[in-house]
């Protein structure tokens, strides 16, 4: 990219030789003006971890202007990544109504998605550096542009295209509620291909705040807005509410020097122009365009448009394809070189050269003294564009960065069970090829930590197969199931021990074995198993998944027998009971319901009463069934006497009354 082009982006602040050609802002006292001396070097820095400051590009009353890489976006092989920073002047860091507003302002600008608006993506800072970040175009400002066309202007066939971008840009602005209030020509740029773009919407009025992000020059006293006098409406002036029609009256004497290249009231701030003084039509505008541009030019406001809509339709009531003229103007302006710059541009254009040559130097100096203590987290910090440079670091320090690396592993903390921290030593090793991919000490270093953590993982994965061949699942000690998994995790995190078949089968058979006996310690001990070991086992989930329902009850019956048999006095868990013991509950009440005579009574209540043993007397689902039984045994007998079958009868009553009794005993 060519010196002029760089030198071209982003021009804002130019200090005019006419001092109503500055920007004016209030709220900055002249303590925190600009001091012409002042200079940044931020070639080389990174500005809050992202924007890598490349190139210094220019410089205004507010601050200067970089251009600088996003290194969030990793585009390098294209121009989709470069932004142009502006940061701010360090005598406005004491401004904290200038540092809020920015941000405050740059919020609202960022609502403006408007092709013919620069993008502000936003308001920051870092360390002592406050600082906008924008949208990269290349090109020049319309002030270059109205130079160059001196002393005629364009014709209004080239102006078309111009005034067409800017009055939709306005328009769309003007609808969000949104005045710019200090446009101007130097605030305006044509790229390449054309395309007008408008800036500093950042320091725009909404709702009649304030521009307070400005600083004015050292011999001017504060206003009580944001506007250049050369182009702010009297009621601007004279610090009116702002309003669309200032920014009508900008565009009108913008309209008028791009054709006639000079200002319609000379430069004087309009506040101080005499009531009556007329301005001639330009020779080179039509009568109707010329009638509406008189009327935005006009010293009171209200025979300004209300709106631009109504120059456009006249600009472009001969219609004549925008894209012509487009094509005019990326010729007009690809063609510029630096042969129309004049020789002021021509020094600043030296003297930025130069300074950034300088801060070039120094940034490599200090890149080149950087020790190897910390050296590849800082590689970032160095442009891609420098990658030698980054290889010679690398190669330079070497022998000390490996073992800065090697050292970190020896210096990682035991583990729980006594061994290396095999994950966090290998993903040191790994950051450290990535830098040294060809290093034979750490190649070798990471293979014998690899060999070493693989012997210790066959090791364990043998011990586990033995315990699960053997169904050996309630193993104590420090050969148990529970231990084993745990330590393979430690060795590494990422590793997945696989059951083989016969495993599967073992366990299956062990679950079902515990369900049919109701062993509820069994139970909760082949679920840890089945968590730990047969997670990933798809025809074994049902059955984890049916112990995983019971878990809870598990436990607390688990916790139950413990106690009692420990001489502790505790309480049934009723309801843990009644969730594990469900389906045999169910068994029992089924069975008696299908009692046809009193033979099956006496069978079942036989049956019933030996598996009734495992449970307290006073266990409320027991107790139902008891009494269901002696209401069978009566409900038999009377049906028994009614085939005078006497003593049989008797007997089915005193069996009975014997569970009555119990009943009453218990509750």
Same mark, same amino acid.
Request: glycine fraction near 4%; include cysteine; proline fraction near 4%.
């Given at each position: ?35 012409? @001396? ?157 395309n007008l773009k408008i800036l500093d919407f950042g320091i725009a009025k909404t709702n009649l705040q304030e521009d ?22 009297? #009621? ?12 009508? /009256? ?13 200002h319609p009231y000379n430069r004087v701030a309009a506040n101080q122009v005499a009531k009556d003084t007329s301005v ?56 510029? @070189?630096?042969? /129309? ?20 130097? *120094? ?18 910090e160095i442009p891609p564009q420098y990658k030698v440079l980054k290889e010679g670091l690398l190669a330079v320090h ?6 800065? /690396? ?33 290093? #034979? ?60 078949? #016969? ?14 006996? *109701? ?11 089945? *968590? ?84 307290? #007397? ?50």
């Amino acid at each position: 990219m060519s010196p002029v082009k760089r030198i071209l982006i982003f021009i804002k602040g130019i200090i005019m030789t006419a001092e109503n050609d500055k920007t004016r802002i209030a709220s900055i006292k002249n303590k925190n003006a600009v001091s012409k @001396g002042s200079k940044l070097h931020l070639i080389g820095k990174t500005l809050s971890n992202r924007y890598l400051i490349e190139e210094l590009i220019g410089e205004g009353g507010m601050g200067y202007i970089y251009r600088a890489r996003d290194t969030y976006l990793n585009t390098q092989l294209n121009q989709d990544n470069i932004v142009a920073i502006k940061v701010l002047h360090p005598e406005l860091a004491d401004s904290e109504d200038a540092l809020l507003l920015l941000k405050d302002e740059t919020i609202k600008t960022r609502t403006l998605s408007h092709p013919n608006i620069v993008k502000v993506f936003s308001a920051s800072s870092s360390d002592t550096y406050h600082f906008v970040v924008m949208e990269w175009i290349e090109g020049e400002t319309l002030e270059q542009l109205i130079k160059r066309s001196k002393p005629n202007g364009l014709s209004q066939k080239r102006a078309k295209p111009i005034l067409n971008q800017l009055i939709d840009a306005l328009t769309y602005a003007h609808s969000k509620g949104i005045v710019h209030s200090d446009l101007k020509p130097s605030n305006i740029i044509l790229d390449s291909q054309g395309n007008l773009k408008i800036l500093d919407f950042g320091i725009a009025k909404t709702n009649l705040q304030e521009d307070k992000y400005a600083a004015p020059a050292n011999n001017e006293q504060p206003n009580s807005n944001g506007y250049t006098p050369t182009y702010a409406s009297p #009621e601007q002036l004279n610090g009116d509410k702002s309003s669309a029609k200032d920014d009508i /009256f900008a565009f009108g004497c913008i309209a008028f020097e791009l054709l006639t290249s000079k200002h319609p009231y000379n430069r004087v701030a309009a506040n101080q122009v005499a009531k009556d003084t007329s301005v001639k039509k330009p020779s080179n505008s039509s009568l109707s365009v010329w009638l509406k541009i008189k009327k935005c030019i006009s010293l009171d406001a209200a025979h300004r448009p209300k709106s631009l809509s109504e120059v456009k339709y006249e600009l472009n009531n001969n219609r004549t394809s925008l894209l012509i003229h487009a094509a005019c103007y990326a010729l007009l302006i690809g063609g510029a @070189g630096y042969q /129309f710059l004049s020789q002021s541009d021509k020094q600043q254009l030296i003297e930025a050269n130069y300074q950034n040559s300088l801060a070039k130097v *120094e940034q490599l100096e200090t890149w080149m003294n950087w020790p190897s203590d910390g050296l590849p987290q800082r590689l970032n910090e160095i442009p891609p564009q420098y990658k030698v440079l980054k290889e010679g670091l690398l190669a330079v320090h070497q022998n000390k960065v490996v073992e800065k /690396f090697t050292k970190q592993v020896d210096d990682l903390p035991r583990t729980a069970i006594n061994t290396r921290a095999y994950d966090e030593a290998i993903a040191i090793y790994d950051e450290a090829k990535n830098f040294y991919p060809d290093s #034979e000490t750490l190649n070798n270093k990471l293979e014998s930590l690899l060999t070493e953590r693989q012997s210790i993982l066959s090791d364990l994965s043998y011990r586990l197969d033995v315990l699960l061949s053997q169904s050996r699942y309630d193993e104590s000690g420090d050969n148990n199931i529970h231990g084993l998994v745990s330590q393979i995790k430690i060795i590494d995190s990422s590793y997945t021990y696989v059951p083989n078949q #016969e495993h599967i089968n073992n366990f299956k058979l062990a679950v079902l074995a515990s369900i049919e006996n *109701e062993d509820f310690v069994t139970q909760k001990t082949l679920l840890d198993v089945g *968590e730990l070991v047969f997670s990933n086992t798809s025809e074994l989930e049902p059955l984890v998944t049916a112990l995983r329902k019971k878990e809870s009850a598990m436990v607390a019956l688990a916790e139950y027998k413990r106690k009692t048999s420990e001489g502790m006095t505790v309480s049934y868990p009723d309801d843990d009971a009644k969730i594990f013991y469900q389906e045999k509950l169910e068994r029992f009440n089924t069975q008696l319901a299908n009692v046809s005579d009193y033979k099956q009574l006496i069978e079942f209540d036989e049956s019933f009463s030996k598996e009734a043993e495992i449970f307290p #007397e006073s266990f409320e689902p027991i107790l139902l069934i008891k009494d269901q039984i002696a209401t069978t045994y009566i409900s038999m007998a009377s049906s028994l006497m009614k085939q005078k079958m006497y003593r049989t009868a008797e007997r089915l009553v005193e069996r009975s009354e014997e569970i009555r009794k119990s009943l009453e005993n218990t509750i």
